[in-house]
């Protein structure tokens, strides 16, 4: 049996325990357990369904190589011969595909995202250019499937936002948007700028791993409640009711707000998940940075103070700095395209894990 069959099998076995453990009544009396249990099984269940067709390939390989050995009838031989070729092709691009679902993937992945985008240097420009990655960011969602819930903002002077946070639903949403953590680069003719000057802005993105109420067991009593009423664009208020919510975890004095909704419930509970993702993160971030001192070019460790990207408008130019990407497709990627990016981001991270011999 080759090594990548021995894995696979490996893998089948645990995936069949696990298949097992779901029915059993400890698992279900234990939602912690259950959850993590169901998510171990969906994960799994890929792999597995590949073990069957790479079995099942390779059986095939052995049995034409059988024929090739003691068949004598030439025109048999000669399907059987171009049988194997086929076969050898396929099994070479399943390996391949194999090692990449080999690779550990971060059990945060799968989760759900906070994303905050915030105003950096560049005055009205730089609330301006946040609130254009917050939209480019809803029309990629858009074109995944994902639901985006707008939590907090704080609208800038002159259009755009200061500071907008979103939680952002949907299959593998961690693992995608991790990428995009950073400080994005504007050079850009701004609309207030009255002689055509080129300006350089910035906005900084923070995207979080939603934490579940398995992973953070939050006291009521470390937690302080405020309201305040909503309030708009330009600062008037739009709620003349005490709907918001601010909550401060006292322990560590993070704090996390929410006045999208109209009711009082709803921005508490909003509140509270990101509340629970920002003290999810602290420990989330220790783990990553045990994992960048171990890697060299580290695409998604989400470095706050990183510059990241650059987008130049008058040439219409995106630079990725952290692959060495260049795109032309600047009013495209603004208005959501940006799944190429994404790739090529994930690719390096995983050429880069298969050099550290993961697989």
């Given at each position: 049996?080759?090594?990548?069959?021995?894995?696979?099998?490996?893998?089948?076995?645990?995936?069949?325990?696990?298949?097992?453990?779901?029915?059993?009544?400890?698992?279900?009396?234990?939602?912690?357990?259950?959850?993590?249990?169901?998510?171990?099984?969906?994960?799994?269940?890929?792999i597995v369904a590949q073990y069957n067709i790479y079995s099942n390939v390779m059986s095939n390989i052995e049995s034409n190589k059988e024929i090739l050995a003691t068949e004598k009838d030439e025109e048999f031989r000669e399907m059987a011969k171009s049988e194997l070729d086929e076969l050898i092709q396929q099994r070479d691009t399943m390996e391949d595909d194999i090692r990449l679902m080999l690779i550990p993937t971060d059990p945060e992945d799968a989760k759900n995202a906070i994303v905050e985008i915030r105003a950096g240097t560049g005055g009205d420009e730089a609330s301006i250019f946040a609130g254009d990655l917050f939209r480019m960011y809803q029309r990629y969602s858009e074109t995944k499937g994902w639901k985006v819930d707008l939590v907090d903002y704080t609208p800038g002077t002159a259009g755009g936002y200061k500071e907008i946070v979103l939680n952002v639903s949907g299959e593998d949403v961690y693992g995608t948007l991790?990428?995009?953590?950073?400080?994005?680069?504007?050079?850009?003719?701004?609309?207030?700028?009255?002689?055509?000057?080129?300006?350089?802005?910035?906005?900084?993105?923070v995207v979080l791993p939603e934490a579940d109420e398995f992973d953070i067991d939050l006291k009521t009593n470390d937690i302080r409640k405020d309201l305040f009423c909503s309030s708009g664009p330009g600062g008037q208020s739009v709620n003349t009711t005490y709907s918001?919510?601010?909550?401060?975890?006292?322990?560590?004095?993070?704090?996390?707000?929410?006045?999208?909704?109209?009711?009082?419930?709803?921005?508490?509970?909003?509140?509270?998940?990101?509340?629970?993702?920002?003290i999810y993160e602290m420990e989330y971030a220790k783990h990553l940075e045990e994992v960048s001192k171990k890697r060299k070019t580290m695409v998604a460790t989400g470095d706050r103070s990183a510059k990241i990207r650059?987008?130049?408008?008058?040439?219409?130019?995106?630079?990725?700095?952290?692959?060495?990407m260049t795109s032309y497709n600047l009013p495209g990627v603004m208005n959501g395209d940006i799944q190429d990016i994404i790739d090529g981001l994930q690719f390096a991270e995983n050429a880069e894990r298969m050099k550290e011999g993961t697989v």
């Open positions: 049996m080759n090594d990548m069959l021995e894995k696979l099998l490996a893998i089948k076995n645990r995936f069949e325990d696990v298949e097992k453990e779901l029915s059993s009544p400890e698992a279900m009396s234990d939602m912690k357990r259950f959850a993590q249990l169901n998510k171990e099984y969906k994960d799994l269940s890929k991790k990428y995009e953590s950073g400080v994005h680069r504007v050079q850009r003719v701004p609309a207030t700028e009255t002689q055509g000057r080129i300006h350089t802005s910035a906005a900084s993105v918001a919510v601010r909550l401060t975890h006292i322990p560590t004095g993070i704090v996390a707000q929410c006045q999208d909704e109209k009711s009082q419930m709803k921005n508490y509970e909003k509140a509270l998940g990101v509340l629970r993702s920002r650059t987008y130049n408008f008058p040439q219409s130019r995106l630079t990725e700095h952290r692959i060495g």
